[in-house]
């Protein structure tokens, strides 16, 4: 799965909250950018962002002089910041659901920024989209799921350990599409090996 860190830009144009709007659409101008990161004030301040969509919205639509407007009067803070180990497909779940174009890529300092282009213009989704990737990977460990119960014995740990794997990646799918799961591979394998499983814990799990 591509990470945020691999389509990130790493180059941030920064701005300071008391800096005058129209200097905000020189700088994206200039730079041909769509966002400008809004520089902390000290260690404990938090970033802000200011996006062409601000501008357009709250300036441009309004008919405001955007030398008389102050980015801190347009600007998001805090804004929504992303961990650059994050999968693209949740960085993009993350801005679409939030409304918001683009994000500051934050871990212990600020490392860059991305937008809903970074992720159009250099995502991976069309030769591997997650669905895909999912898929494979739950046939994969089922497999072997399977082979580990058999080797180990359906009461060992490990069989527990594989099934369990199994779930969390049949979950997750079925969160991506937005599904409802009716029943996991390990309950299917609970119902062909009703025998094996006596404990409690078991028990339980597989009647959901």
Not at 62 to 85: A, H, S, W
Not at 88 to 97: G, I, Q, S
Not at 107 to 115: K, P, R
Request: hydrophobic share 45%.
């Amino acid at each position: 799965m591509m990470k945020v860190a691999d389509i990130m830009t790493t180059e941030v144009i920064k701005i300071r909250n008391s800096a005058k709007v129209a200097e905000a659409v020189r700088l994206m101008r200039r730079h041909g950018i769509h966002a400008l990161i809004v520089d902390r004030n000290h260690e404990q301040d938090a970033y802000g962002i200011v996006t062409a969509f601000d501008i357009v919205a709250k300036v441009t639509a309004f008919g405001r002089d955007p030398r008389q407007v102050r980015v801190y009067e347009i600007m998001t803070k805090p804004c929504l910041v992303l961990n650059p180990e994050l999968g693209v497909e949740y960085a993009a779940r993350l801005l679409t659901t939030t409304g918001i174009h683009a994000a500051p890529i934050i871990q212990w300092s600020l490392l860059g920024i991305l937008s809903i282009s970074d992720i159009l213009d250099q995502g991976d989704f069309l030769e591997n989209p997650l669905e895909v990737e999912l898929a494979q990977k739950t046939q994969q460990l089922i497999a072997d799921a399977h082979a580990i119960c058999k080797q180990k014995g359906t009461n060992s740990k490990a069989c527990r350990q594989a099934w369990q794997d199994v779930d969390a990646v049949q979950a997750e799918a079925a969160h991506q599409r937005a599904e409802k799961l009716e029943k996991t591979a390990f309950e299917a394998f609970c119902e062909e090996y009703p025998e094996a499983f006596k404990d409690r814990e078991y028990d339980a799990w597989c009647s959901g």
